[in-house]
DNA sequence: GAAAGTACTTTCCAAAAGGAAACTACCCTA
DNA sequence: TAGGGTAGTTTCCTTTTGGAAAGTACTTTC
C-alpha cells in the first residue's frame, strides 16, 4: 500500500513555511510586538520611557528585547550627549515595514473578543 | 518637574495592545503556525498525515497544539467510523479568517530572506 | 497470532524563558 | 553629600516549553 502523497510539499510551501519560522523566530518572546507597536506609535522613546508604557515588562526584558531588536535592525538605539546622558530608541525604516503585520494581529485580536462576546459559541 | 505625558494611552492604544497580546495568546508555541498553515493548504488531514507533513514535530506536541487549536474553533477534529477510526483535522471557517495573518508572516518572512542576501548591512 | 496501522497519552527530563530584586555607574540638584 | 534620575547588568529562582521514548487501545491484514 502505497503512501498517498498528502499534500503540497513543492518548494513554494516550504519556502512559505520557513517564512513563517523565519519571522515568528525574530518576534519571538513576550514582549517584541509591544515594544515595537510602542515604537511605532510614538517613535523617539528612552529606556525609562518604554519601561513606563509597556505594562508589565521588567528593565532586564526590555533591555534583552530591545538588543535583539537592534541586532535585527529593526530599532534603532542612539545615545545622546544629553548632560545625563541618554539614549533614543526608534523604529528603523525596516523596522516599520513590520507595520501591516502588526495592523493583522491587532485586527484579528480585535475581532476575536468581538466573537466571543457577539455571538452563542461560535 | 512634570512627568512628561509619553505617548498615547488613549483608549484605542491599549485596546489595541491588548488585541496583540490575545491574538499573540492563542498562536503561541512552536508549532501553531505550522499546523494552521498546512490545514489551510491541504485542507482534512488525519493526525499521522499531520505528523508526516510537520517536519519536526512530535505527536505530544501534535496532540496538544491541535487540542488548543480546537478549543478556539480554530479547527475541527471530526472521528470518521472508517473502520480502523480515522480522525478528520481541518481549518474551520472561522480559522480561514487568519489566512492573511498568515499571509503577511509569509510575506515579511520572504522579504526578510531577501533583505539579508541581496544588501550591504540593511 | 504477530505485525502494522490508526490515534493518541503518559512519563521523564532538559532547556529556554521570564521575573524580582539588587547592584553598577554616572550625573545633576538641593 | 544625600537623593533622585539616567541606563542598564547581574544573580537567583520559578515557570513554561518542548522533545524522546514508551505505553495504551483497538483493528485489519498477513
Chains 1, 2 share one sequence.
Not at 515568528?24 to 517613535?43: D, Q, R, V
Request: aromatic share 6%; with cysteine; hydrophobic share 40%.
Amino acid at each position: 500500500m502505497k503512501k498517498k502523497a498528502v499534500i503540497n510539499d513543492s518548494p513554494v510551501c516550504q519556502v512559505r513555511m520557513q517564512a513563517i519560522s523565519d519571522t515568528m523566530s525574530i518576534l519571538s518572546g513576550k514582549w517584541k510586538f509591544h515594544i515595537l507597536g510602542t515604537l511605532i506609535e510614538g517613535s523617539k522613546l528612552g529606556f525609562m520611557d518604554l519601561l513606563r508604557e509597556i505594562d508589565g515588562i521588567g528593565s532586564k526584558m526590555l533591555s534583552k528585547e530591545l538588543q535583539d531588536l537592534e541586532m535585527n535592525h529593526l530599532v534603532s538605539r542612539t545615545v545622546m550627549d544629553t548632560k545625563p546622558i541618554t539614549v533614543e530608541y526608534a523604529i528603523t525604516e525596516y523596522g516599520a515595514t513590520l507595520s501591516p503585520l502588526i495592523n493583522e494581529l491587532a485586527k484579528w485580536g480585535i475581532e476575536y473578543r468581538q466573537s466571543i462576546h457577539g455571538s452563542k459559541g461560535v
